[in-house]
């Protein structure tokens, strides 16, 4: 996460002595950071983007171009192996994406001509949720198995809030049926006003980003 963390620490650094009113200009530059924090974590959630290695578990929806009956939603076995129609057993564990589509091209190609390969993960055997930004430790969470991980929960396994940060601009980054969507979460309605509808429930490749206040 080198991208995203050298952000964090220029967002830091362009904060330096803080008035206690900020210049329209300091706000707008503080906003122009934030936007770029933002669309790297939005980058960062997307497994695909950061060339994601397929683990065990993962779930895949494979397409062969003009081959209807040869596409698959298949499951990568415990040993990182799937089959597949004509090839067999293939291992796909450690793979990224584009390289499980050259590598099941190839194969396909001994009985197709020049064969054209989609590989998408439909569902992921590695959940985490990711938490940057103003918190004491950001990094990646995994998610539990056993019950379902709120925002706050989140945000307190990772330290919980500095003393820059902005807890009621915190925002949940997520990619649902391929739209980026951005869910404000007033921390104050959850911890103060005791709503806990406020604490939404993670899902999967979730970025949870505090922001840090500009004064």
């Known amino acids: 996460m080198p991208g995203v963390l050298a952000l964090v620490l220029i967002l830091s650094a362009c904060a330096g002595p803080r008035a206690t009113q900020p210049t329209a200009a300091a706000t707008a530059q503080q906003s122009a950071i934030e936007q770029r924090l933002l669309q790297a974590a939005i980058e ?18 494979i397409v062969v171009f003009k081959e209807d009956d040869m596409n698959r939603t298949v499951r990568v076995g415990g040993h990182g192996n799937i089959t597949f129609p004509l090839v067999g057993v293939v291992k ?12 099941l091209a190839k194969k396909l190609s001994e009985f ?6 989609t590989v998408l ?10 938490v940057l930004g103003e918190v004491k430790k950001p990094g ?12 706050l929960e989140a945000i307190t396994l990772c ?8 807890p009621d601009r915190t925002k949940v980054l997520r990619n649902g049926n391929g739209q980026n ?17 406020a604490d939404i429930f993670l ?12 004064f």
């Open 140 to 151: 990646s969470l995994q998610l539990p198995t056993e019950r379902r991980l709120t925002v």
């Open 203 to 214: 899902e999967p490749n979730d970025t949870v980003y505090v922001p840090q206040s500009f």
């Open 92 to 103: 796909l564990i450690e793979l990224s994406v584009s390289d499980a589509e050259s590598l």
């Open 121 to 130: 993960i439909k569902e992921y055997a590695n959940k985490q949720v990711y």
């Open 159 to 166: 330290g919980g809030f500095t003393d820059l940060a902005a």
């Open 44 to 61: 960062r959630s997307n497994p695909r983007q950061i060339d994601y290695k397929i683990q065990p578990g993962d779930l895949l929806e």
């Open 181 to 197: 969507q951005s869910i404000q979460i007033e921390i104050t309605r959850i911890t103060k006003q005791g709503d806990k509808s």
């Open 112 to 117: 197709l001509i020049k064969p054209q390969v």
